[in-house]
């Protein structure tokens, strides 16, 4: 072989190298998948990776289950066979890669164009056979999506240069639109494009950092939404679909619902998170759906083998309790997904009773990122088991900081005050709770409770008045202490 042609060989084989990526399947899987002994639910992504991945493909050659798929394939001839054999097998240890290389390039002329046809060929059939006929099986088997429910989200910076792109989805007929928040840290304007070339700016948006949520609203009416997925329908062991952010119908991934994990807010309309049980080893960014096409969420980590999604039914409930930010503040938000990923972590050790473990994960979320209010509640509640009860109350006012109307950390930084006989300004806090819902029969009973430590029986008859229409059992509890 020439020179030119051994520079051109060792080109290529470094450029197949440098599509290597952190997504890459392991050693371990490709020697699993090579054997056949991988498990089913871990081959189809990893027949969608090998789809996309030079470089896997590579190591999978290298690993010589290639040659056994392009025999069943097609039959090359005798001696491209022997080659083959020689290429992969070789008798000779001490023979390195490049020399066998070198030997197969040793063809005359026309049996070269004879074999790299014949090799396309059985190339194209081994890609169609095992890849694309098996992913289309996964397409047929996922419900079909409405496309006009997807829409592209552009942040840019202050000259109009863009600086992410992502999809967002159309979650109400009358303009709410779910997406991402990081995509849009940094951000001086937000444009969203509809199916039809349409093109809104938003002014503000309601944000999330413990979920890495955003919501949008434009002004439209009408529009063509996706169903979002009762939560409460959903079982674990069911199967689902993640959905990739660059597509919408295609490129499905199956997975199943393992666990939901809770924030240990007391109202059932805590956020949860949905832990998804799948062998994606990557980074998850998509949407999750369920079997009838219903948006069930968004993938929030990105570290491998933590794979939890946030509902996407929590946008009612942030829009609710939130406030929006404007746009152009969006370039003081320092989001952190290192922060997000501890966070996570977290919530998986407290649900494992490994305490010290999580007051750690939460404390480094914290540290990464001091604005993420799920964190500080986590850490606040862990430190009331603990009967630390001034670090308790030190996370609630942090929370309060960032969002005043907060009505986890109100409720529990006034029943911190009110265990410790603050009695007056806990009487404050719950007051301030209760404009915010007038229905909140928690906080009703124990400002109540907070009224009659300081004799001041008027006001807690009231709040009986009050309570009996909405939570007789408290009532009369609380009137029993009255009389």
């Given at each position: 072989?020439?020179?030119?042609?051994?520079?051109?060989?060792?080109?290529?084989?470094?450029?197949?190298?440098?599509?290597?990526?952190?997504?890459?399947?392991?050693?371990?899987?490709?020697?699993?998948?090579?054997?056949?002994?991988?498990?089913?639910?871990?081959?189809?992504?990893?027949?969608?990776?090998?789809?996309?991945?030079?470089?896997?493909?590579?190591?999978?050659?290298?690993?010589?289950?290639?040659?056994?798929?392009?025999?069943?394939?097609?039959?090359?001839?005798?001696?491209?066979?022997?080659?083959?054999?020689?290429?992969?097998?070789?008798?000779?240890?001490?023979?390195?890669?490049?020399?066998?290389?070198?030997?197969?390039?040793?063809?005359?002329?026309?049996?070269?164009?004879?074999?790299?046809?014949?090799?396309?060929?059985?190339?194209?059939?081994?890609?169609?056979?095992?890849?694309?006929?098996?992913?289309?099986?996964?397409?047929?088997?996922?419900?079909?999506?409405?496309?006009?429910?997807?829409?592209?989200?552009?942040?840019?910076?202050?000259?109009?240069?863009?600086?992410?792109?992502?999809?967002?989805?159309?979650?109400?007929?009358?303009?709410?639109?779910?997406?991402?928040?990081?995509?849009?840290?940094?951000?001086?304007?937000?444009?969203?494009?509809?199916?039809?070339?349409?093109?809104?700016?938003?002014?503000?948006?309601?944000?999330?950092?413990?979920?890495?949520?955003?919501?949008?609203?434009?002004?439209?009416?009408?529009?063509?939404?996706?169903?979002?997925?009762?939560?409460?329908?959903?079982?674990?062991?069911?199967?689902?679909?993640?959905?990739?952010?660059?597509?919408?119908?295609?490129?499905?991934?199956?997975?199943?619902?393992?666990?939901?994990?809770?924030?240990?807010?007391?109202?059932?309309?805590?956020?949860?998170?949905?832990?998804?049980?799948?062998?994606?080893?990557?980074?998850?960014?998509?949407?999750?759906?369920?079997?009838?096409?219903?948006?069930?969420?968004f993938m929030i980590t990105e570290e491998k083998n933590i794979n939890l999604a946030a509902p996407a039914g929590s946008y009612r409930q942030l829009v609710k309790t939130s406030k929006p930010t404007p746009v152009s503040e969006l370039t003081q938000v320092n989001f952190s997904s290192e922060a997000l990923q501890s966070y996570m972590k977290?919530?998986?050790?407290?649900?494992?009773?490994?305490?010290?473990?999580?007051?750690?994960?939460?404390?480094?979320?914290?540290?990464?990122?001091?604005?993420?209010?799920?964190?500080?509640?986590?850490?606040?509640?862990?430190?009331?088991?603990?009967?630390?009860?001034?670090?308790?109350?030190?996370?609630?006012?942090?929370?309060?900081?960032?969002?005043?109307?907060?009505?986890?950390?109100?409720?529990?930084?006034?029943?911190?005050?009110?265990?410790?006989?603050?009695?007056?300004?806990?009487?404050?806090?719950?007051?301030?709770?209760?404009?915010?819902?007038?229905?909140?029969?928690?906080?009703?009973?124990?400002?109540?409770?907070?009224?009659?430590a300081q004799g001041n029986k008027v006001e807690a008859m009231e709040l009986y008045g009050r309570l009996k229409k909405l939570d007789p059992g408290n009532a009369e509890l609380l009137r029993r202490l009255i009389n």
């Amino acid at each position: 072989m020439s020179m030119e042609l051994e520079s051109k060989l060792k080109d290529a084989l470094k450029s197949i190298d440098s599509f290597k990526t952190p997504e890459c399947l392991d050693d371990i899987t490709l020697g699993l998948y090579a054997e056949g002994k991988l498990p089913a639910i871990q081959q189809e992504p990893a027949e969608l990776h090998l789809h996309s991945c030079l470089y896997c493909l590579k190591q999978l050659n290298d690993l010589t289950e290639m040659l056994h798929y392009q025999r069943q394939i097609i039959q090359p001839s005798p001696k491209l066979s022997a080659l083959f054999k020689r290429l992969l097998h070789p008798k000779e240890p001490e023979n390195s890669f490049i020399e066998r290389l070198k030997e197969f390039f040793t063809f005359t002329q026309q049996q070269w164009r004879f074999s790299a046809i014949t090799l396309a060929a059985a190339w194209m059939v081994f890609i169609l056979s095992t890849f694309v006929l098996r992913h289309e099986s996964i397409r047929q088997g996922a419900p079909r999506l409405n496309p006009d429910a997807f829409v592209k989200i552009s942040a840019l910076n202050s000259t109009g240069k863009i600086l992410h792109e992502q999809q967002g989805v159309i979650v109400s007929s009358d303009g709410y639109i779910e997406s991402k928040l990081q995509p849009m840290v940094g951000a001086s304007t937000i444009k969203v494009t509809l199916r039809d070339g349409r093109t809104r700016e938003i002014q503000q948006v309601w944000k999330d950092e413990s979920t890495n949520i955003a919501v949008m609203k434009i002004d439209d009416k009408e529009l063509p939404e996706m169903p979002i997925a009762d939560i409460e329908s959903i079982t674990i062991g069911q199967k689902i679909f993640a959905v990739p952010d660059s597509g919408n119908d295609g490129g499905f991934t199956q997975a199943v619902v393992s666990d939901f994990k809770q924030t240990q807010g007391r109202r059932n309309s805590s956020v949860q998170y949905i832990q998804v049980a799948s062998q994606i080893t990557t980074s998850n960014t998509g949407k999750l759906i369920d079997e009838k096409g219903n948006l069930l969420g968004f993938m929030i980590t990105e570290e491998k083998n933590i794979n939890l999604a946030a509902p996407a039914g929590s946008y009612r409930q942030l829009v609710k309790t939130s406030k929006p930010t404007p746009v152009s503040e969006l370039t003081q938000v320092n989001f952190s997904s290192e922060a997000l990923q501890s966070y996570m972590k977290g919530i998986l050790a407290r649900d494992s009773q490994r305490i010290d473990e999580a007051i750690k994960n939460f404390q480094e979320a914290i540290k990464l990122n001091p604005r993420l209010t799920g964190a500080r509640l986590e850490l606040g509640l862990l430190y009331y088991k603990q009967h630390q009860f001034d670090k308790e109350a030190v996370e609630y006012q942090e929370i309060l900081k960032i969002n005043p109307d907060d009505p986890d950390a109100l409720y529990n930084l006034a029943w911190n005050l009110e265990s410790h006989g603050k009695y007056p300004e806990a009487i404050v806090i719950y007051e301030k709770a209760l404009e915010l819902d007038p229905e909140d029969t928690e906080t009703l009973y124990q400002l109540g409770l907070s009224y009659l430590a300081q004799g001041n029986k008027v006001e807690a008859m009231e709040l009986y008045g009050r309570l009996k229409k909405l939570d007789p059992g408290n009532a009369e509890l609380l009137r029993r202490l009255i009389n």
